[in-house]
T-cell receptor, first 108, second 112 residues
Framework: KNEVEQSPQNLTAQEGEFITINCSYS?????LHWLQQHPGGGIVSLFM???GKKKHGRLIATINIQEKHSSLHITASHPRDSAVYIC??????????FGTGTSLTVIP | DSGVTQTPKHLITATGQRVTLRCSPR?????VYWYQQSLDQGLQFLIQ???????AKGNILERFSAQQFPDLHSELNLSSLELGDSALYFC???????????FGQGTRLTVV
């Protein structure tokens, strides 16, 4: 069983739609990270959070420590949001565990 | 541009060979992380260094080793290469041990 599970694996949305990607984890964590990987392969860190909620522009990340669950929301989605979104957790022992990613395609 | 520089961008080598991947962290960052991304295993954490010292080890094979030098750049050495080592290798850096990390563009290694 993977320490980090993401859903859905694939997601297609129309431009302007509200998108939610979910992440569940089974280990104790220091922080949870949301990463974005574009087709060219580069990875960008979107959020690092250990409690509550963070917002950057149209992106919102939430975490519920008790339920070991996080969500990444994209409001007013745009074709440039098309990418793979990866959930990762860092543990108190400095280990890192990654989800398998959610491939998002936003259609104009 | 994240400020993290990885070289080379692409590398093709034969089985049994040894290669060295290089990572220059963002100015001021003390931590360097190495990750492997393969098609069948996804992203995996290999190793972390903090200010020259090994901080944490993940799924790093014994054929692989890394170090962080006094100027804080890091090298990942892969030896006795196998076809299955073909992957994207990412380096990331952060200021502290558990602060936001910035990723390099990766080195795509192909073992033939």
């Amino acid at each position: 069983k993977n320490e980090v599970e993401q859903s859905p694996q694939n997601l297609t949305a129309q431009e302007g739609e509200f998108i939610t990607i979910n992440c569940s984890y089974s280990v104790g964590i220091s922080a949870l990270h949301w990463l974005q990987q574009h087709p060219g392969g580069g990875i960008v860190s979107l959020f690092m959070l250990s409690s509550g909620k963070k917002k950057h522009g149209r992106l919102i990340a939430t975490i519920n420590i008790q339920e070991k669950h996080s969500s990444l929301h994209i409001t007013a989605s745009h074709p440039r949001d098309s990418a793979v979104y990866i959930c990762a957790v860092s543990s108190p022992g400095n280990q890192f565990y990654f989800g398998t990613g959610t491939s998002l395609t936003v259609i104009p | 541009d994240s400020g993290v520089t990885q070289t080379p961008k692409h590398l093709i080598t034969a089985t049994g060979q040894r290669v060295t991947l290089r990572c220059s962290p963002r100015s001021g960052d003390l931590s360097v992380y190495w990750y492997q991304q393969s098609l069948d295993q996804g992203l995996q954490f290999l190793i972390q260094y903090y200010n020259g010292e090994e901080r944490a080890k993940g799924n790093i094979l014994e054929r692989f080793s890394a170090q962080q030098f006094p100027d804080l750049h890091s090298e990942l050495n892969l030896s006795s290469l196998e076809l299955g080592d073909s992957a994207l290798y990412f380096c990331a850096s952060s200021w502290g041990g558990n602060t936001e990390a910035f990723f390099g563009q990766g080195t795509r290694l192909t073992v033939v």
